[in-house]
């Protein structure tokens, strides 16, 4: 496909319709290592990322017989898998309905076929959607059955709102005027080669959707300089809109994205893997929610930007819990940090660091492929060859869609076991 000369404003530009078409055509193999440009997601589908949720959840009173939680894009699933296995944790597994979403239904399809959830069980402690945020109404089960999405509990959305296109102004002389796009060249999924110009435009024209939220970026508008770009993320804010109308009065709507000082302030999106991941405007979803009269809290940490909403003012209990799980302590970022530390003692005669490390790295995460791996290595270290093989095995058997360098270090061990083997025979 080449387009050229062609003019879009941002949120109508191909780029949406490309990277959706990716996300499509590459199914889960977008979060596979095997790619050299895989879509990264250690930090958010990780075990104590997904546990600290579950602790908020617990503080949450129940309204219905079961907590009713929906995740939203779920990708290769990962997030959703640890999430039971921490509600099993804190004894709550019973209590949970947990729907697994996604808008590519050959996602929601790879997951049901790798058998991710095969501890769990199917329509009891989850259930598969196929669900587009930009048309919520259409959602529907695995047998492409219209699903009516009501009680919530809870709603996830991990690496999600970002992917939702969003229109682009800036401010000039006090008028707010909006980016449009020029297509210079376009063949695959070259997305960077797109150039952004401004037109010279002096009217705000608000289309159709955009129009309702208007007076939301007009609400943000004052705070921004001259010249500096305000981006819109009106699909987002009617996303959650609609996703409000089916939370239940204690439930919340918990958004977890890239830190926007991770953007150049010069680019308006990123690309990874070629799918586009536009900025979220955090000050326009808290001037949404604000306006609603709703409740919000932002955390903000070098990994994730984090957003949690609810209707009305959370119990005492549940702002403690925050408090202890995105302030006091972070298990999301100490993940994050542990798995950089692993990566330090090379040697076999560092096992006793190691190991030390290992249990710090146990106490917030016994049950992920990182968990198993880094115990399989400790074990090779210490020459319990027995051992350290039925850690790679179950590594291995749990890596669903090769998210994590198991294969790498088993070849030290099939090494290691090769050279004993010869010693043996000499
Ligand atoms: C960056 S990935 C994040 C996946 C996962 N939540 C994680 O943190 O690893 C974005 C996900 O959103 C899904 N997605 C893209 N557009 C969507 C839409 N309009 N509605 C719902 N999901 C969408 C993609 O298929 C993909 O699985």
Redesign the pocket.
Same mark, same amino acid.
């Given at each position: 496909m080449t387009l050229s000369g062609e003019i879009y404003s941002f949120e109508e530009a191909p780029l949406y319709q490309k990277?959706?078409e990716t996300?499509?055509e590459t199914g889960i193999d977008? #979060?596979d290592l095997k790619n050299k440009e895989a879509?990264p997601?250690v930090s958010?589908?990780s075990y104590p990322h997904a546990h600290s949720i579950v602790k908020l959840l617990k503080r949450v009173k129940r309204s219905d017989k079961k907590y009713r939680i929906l995740?939203?894009?779920?990708?290769?699933g990962?997030?959703a898998r640890h999430f039971l296995f921490a509600c099993k944790k804190e004894g709550l597994l019973d209590k949970v309905e947990y729907l697994i979403? %996604? #808008?590519?239904f050959r996602?929601v399809k790879d997951l049901r076929s790798r058998n991710l959830y095969q501890e769990f069980k199917e329509n009891v402690h989850f259930k598969y959607l196929q669900? %587009?945020?930009?048309?919520i109404e259409e959602c529907c089960d695995i047998k492409s059955k219209p699903y009516e999405l009501e009680n919530l509990d809870l709603v996830?959305?991990?690496?999600?709102l970002?992917?939702?296109p969003c229109s682009i102004y800036k401010k000039s002389s006090g008028q707010l005027e909006k980016l449009y796009i020029e297509f210079l060249e376009h063949s695959d999924r070259q997305v960077q080669v797109l150039k952004e110009f401004w037109m010279e435009e002096k009217k705000v024209r608000f289309e159709a959707k955009e129009k309702k939220y208007r007076d939301f970026i007009h609400s943000i508008a004052d705070s921004y300089k001259d010249e500096q770009k305000i981006h819109f993320n009106f699909n987002a804010l009617e996303?959650l809109d609609q996703l409000f109308e089916k939370l239940n009065p204690n439930g919340f709507i918990y958004i977890?994205d890239i830190p926007t000082m991770d953007f150049d302030s010069k680019i308006s999106y990123r690309a #990874?893997a070629g799918?586009i991941?536009y900025i979220i405007n955090s000050q326009l979803i808290s001037n949404f929610i604000e306006h609603k009269n709703y409740w919000d809290y932002i955390h903000n940490d070098f990994i994730l930007y984090k957003h949690i909403l609810s209707k009305s003012e959370p119990s005492f209990q549940f702002k403690k819990a925050l408090k202890e799980n995105f302030e006091l302590n972070n298990p999301c970022v100490l993940f994050c940090e542990m798995i950089s530390a692993m990566k330090i003692f090379v040697s076999d005669q560092s096992h006793r660091a190691y190991k030390a490390l290992l249990n710090e790295f146990i106490s917030i995460d016994d049950v992920s492929v990182y968990s198993k791996l880094y115990q399989a290595i400790y074990y090779m270290k210490i020459k319990n060859f027995k051992k350290s093989k039925e850690f790679f095995d179950q590594a291995e058997k749990e890596n669903f869609f090769n998210t994590c360098p198991v294969h790498q270090h088993r070849k030290k061990l099939d090494l290691y076991i090769e050279r004993e083997q010869l010693l043996k025979n000499l």
């Amino acid at each position: 496909m080449t387009l050229s000369g062609e003019i879009y404003s941002f949120e109508e530009a191909p780029l949406y319709q490309k990277s959706a078409e990716t996300y499509i055509e590459t199914g889960i193999d977008i #979060f596979d290592l095997k790619n050299k440009e895989a879509i990264p997601n250690v930090s958010t589908s990780s075990y104590p990322h997904a546990h600290s949720i579950v602790k908020l959840l617990k503080r949450v009173k129940r309204s219905d017989k079961k907590y009713r939680i929906l995740e939203c894009g779920a990708g290769n699933g990962i997030f959703a898998r640890h999430f039971l296995f921490a509600c099993k944790k804190e004894g709550l597994l019973d209590k949970v309905e947990y729907l697994i979403s %996604d #808008f590519n239904f050959r996602i929601v399809k790879d997951l049901r076929s790798r058998n991710l959830y095969q501890e769990f069980k199917e329509n009891v402690h989850f259930k598969y959607l196929q669900l %587009d945020l930009l048309k919520i109404e259409e959602c529907c089960d695995i047998k492409s059955k219209p699903y009516e999405l009501e009680n919530l509990d809870l709603v996830i959305m991990n690496y999600c709102l970002h992917t939702l296109p969003c229109s682009i102004y800036k401010k000039s002389s006090g008028q707010l005027e909006k980016l449009y796009i020029e297509f210079l060249e376009h063949s695959d999924r070259q997305v960077q080669v797109l150039k952004e110009f401004w037109m010279e435009e002096k009217k705000v024209r608000f289309e159709a959707k955009e129009k309702k939220y208007r007076d939301f970026i007009h609400s943000i508008a004052d705070s921004y300089k001259d010249e500096q770009k305000i981006h819109f993320n009106f699909n987002a804010l009617e996303s959650l809109d609609q996703l409000f109308e089916k939370l239940n009065p204690n439930g919340f709507i918990y958004i977890s994205d890239i830190p926007t000082m991770d953007f150049d302030s010069k680019i308006s999106y990123r690309a #990874f893997a070629g799918a586009i991941a536009y900025i979220i405007n955090s000050q326009l979803i808290s001037n949404f929610i604000e306006h609603k009269n709703y409740w919000d809290y932002i955390h903000n940490d070098f990994i994730l930007y984090k957003h949690i909403l609810s209707k009305s003012e959370p119990s005492f209990q549940f702002k403690k819990a925050l408090k202890e799980n995105f302030e006091l302590n972070n298990p999301c970022v100490l993940f994050c940090e542990m798995i950089s530390a692993m990566k330090i003692f090379v040697s076999d005669q560092s096992h006793r660091a190691y190991k030390a490390l290992l249990n710090e790295f146990i106490s917030i995460d016994d049950v992920s492929v990182y968990s198993k791996l880094y115990q399989a290595i400790y074990y090779m270290k210490i020459k319990n060859f027995k051992k350290s093989k039925e850690f790679f095995d179950q590594a291995e058997k749990e890596n669903f869609f090769n998210t994590c360098p198991v294969h790498q270090h088993r070849k030290k061990l099939d090494l290691y076991i090769e050279r004993e083997q010869l010693l043996k025979n000499l």
